[in-house]
């Protein structure tokens, strides 16, 4: 296997590609639209691609967390649930990018045993960790 390409789904995944590209500093590769409204959504990062889509009848975390008590309990912790791992340059940067951007920032930049990160919620409720690349590092989590 040579590459991973995480499917994120959005209500609106136009507007979600617009706001990674500020947020992160990602770049947008394609946009597919039907009928005035955005499907898919392709995205660089570094190497790496992320698909933005809208299923039928999809519900983003955020709605969900409003509807549904069992997944209101699942997000009141800060931690990551089906969320993405971007690794970056410099993390303090690429956070106060993302807060000025309206991210809610789950975590401030911190020293962890797995390196330098912080954690982030986009705007329909998906999260995203940041990992702070060290000379190179081209490793994961």
């Known amino acids: 296997m040579t590459d991973v390409v995480p499917f994120i789904g959005y209500e609106d995944p136009g507007a979600a590609a617009d706001w990674l590209v500020r947020a992160f500093g990602f770049e947008e590769?394609?946009?597919?639209e039907e009928n005035g409204e955005v499907g898919h959504v392709t995205l660089r990062c570094g190497d790496g691609l992320v698909f933005l889509g809208h299923p039928d009848d999809y519900v983003n975390?955020?709605?969900?967390?409003?509807?549904?008590?069992?997944?209101?309990?699942?997000?009141r912790l800060p931690w990551i649930v089906d969320g993405v791992w971007v690794g970056v340059?410099?993390?303090?940067?690429?956070?106060?990018?993302?807060?000025?951007?309206?991210?809610?920032?789950?975590?401030?930049p911190e020293d962890t045993p797995h390196g330098r990160q912080c954690r982030i919620e986009d705007p329909e409720g998906h999260r995203w960790m940041l990992g702070e690349r060290s000379g190179g590092d081209e490793s994961g989590p």
């Open 29 to 32: 590769i394609e946009r597919f």
């Open 61 to 75: 975390p955020l709605h969900l967390r409003e509807q549904c008590e069992t997944v209101a309990r699942m997000y």
């Open 89 to 108: 340059e410099d993390l303090e940067a690429v956070a106060e990018q993302a807060r000025a951007a309206g991210a809610r920032i789950l975590s401030e």
